[in-house]
């Protein structure tokens, strides 16, 4: 079975930085892309970053040169560092794994994952 849970999340000030942290376990498959999505009241859940077996990496052009996803296989933790925090950075951040290789639609189809963490909140006061 598998098991996703975040970590890291809380209030920082614009511009602060915060790193994110997702424990998982169980089997994934032999490929697999996992995913940052964040979500606040009222609005559909959007696609942060993604990153698979191969560290393919693809992200969220709001985030683009600011958030970092990376993964330790060994210690199976993934993480996504964000820096030059912005108040629209506000929301519950989720992460979620499914089978196969990452693409784009690993940040634009939340449907396409099939585990998802209880996600972890983050605010970011102006």
């Known amino acids: 079975q598998v098991q996703l849970v975040e970590s890291g999340g809380g209030p920082v000030e614009a511009g602060g930085s915060l790193r994110l942290s997702c424990e998982y376990s169980g089997y994934f498959g032999s490929t697999y892309c996992m995913a940052w999505y964040r979500q606040v009241p009222g609005k559909e859940r959007e696609g942060v970053a993604s990153i698979d077996l191969d560290a393919f990496t693809v992200y969220a052009s709001s985030v683009k040169g600011r958030f970092v996803i990376s993964k330790d296989s060994i210690k199976k933790i993934l993480y996504l560092q964000m820096d030059r925090l912005k108040p629209e950075d506000t929301g519950k951040y989720y992460c979620?794994?499914?089978?196969?290789?990452?693409?784009?639609?690993?940040?634009?189809?939340?449907?396409?994952?099939?585990?998802w963490g209880q996600g972890t909140q983050v605010t970011v006061a102006s």
């Open positions: 979620a794994v499914t089978v196969g290789w990452c693409s784009r639609a690993s940040i634009e189809d939340s449907e396409i994952y099939n585990a």
